[in-house]
């Protein structure tokens, strides 16, 4: 089994600021694909960014393509989503996933392992 748990949601203006962080434990973080998705109230799970196991590749959903950052840490075992220039319509709560040596998927079924997820709100 692989832990992961994510911290520093919270409360956000518009335009504001938030960094992310996924914290895993259990096996060899570096084996890992990690991906980042979000779950707005009355929507689906939506896809935000990924980073490969090699920290080679990154994609990133097109509603947050130049405002989002998905890097890694694999000293520390953590994943982190730098999110800049907020909008309201990026509250939902954030969950991470682990891909044993998944090749960037978008689709949440490829994912082995997730959170349980930090809410972020963005409100004036």
């Known amino acids: 089994q692989v832990q992961l748990v994510e911290s520093g949601g919270g409360l956000v203006q518009p335009g504001g600021s938030l960094r992310l962080s996924c914290a895993a434990s259990?096996?060899?973080?570096?084996?890992?694909?990690m991906g980042w998705f979000r779950q707005a109230p009355g929507k689906a799970r939506e896809f935000v960014a990924v980073i490969t196991y090699s920290g080679g590749r990154t994609y990133y959903a097109d509603a947050v393509k130049g405002r989002f950052t998905i890097s890694r840490d694999n000293a520390k075992n953590t994943a982190y989503l730098q999110m800049n220039s907020l909008k309201l319509e990026d509250t939902a709560v954030y969950y991470c996933?682990?891909?044993?040596?998944?090749?960037?998927?978008?689709?949440?079924?490829?994912?082995?392992?997730w959170g349980q997820g930090t809410q972020v709100t963005v409100s004036s």
């Open positions: 259990g096996r060899i973080f570096s084996d890992y694909t």
């Open positions: 996933a682990a891909d044993y040596y998944g090749m960037g998927a978008t689709r949440g079924d490829a994912y082995d392992y």
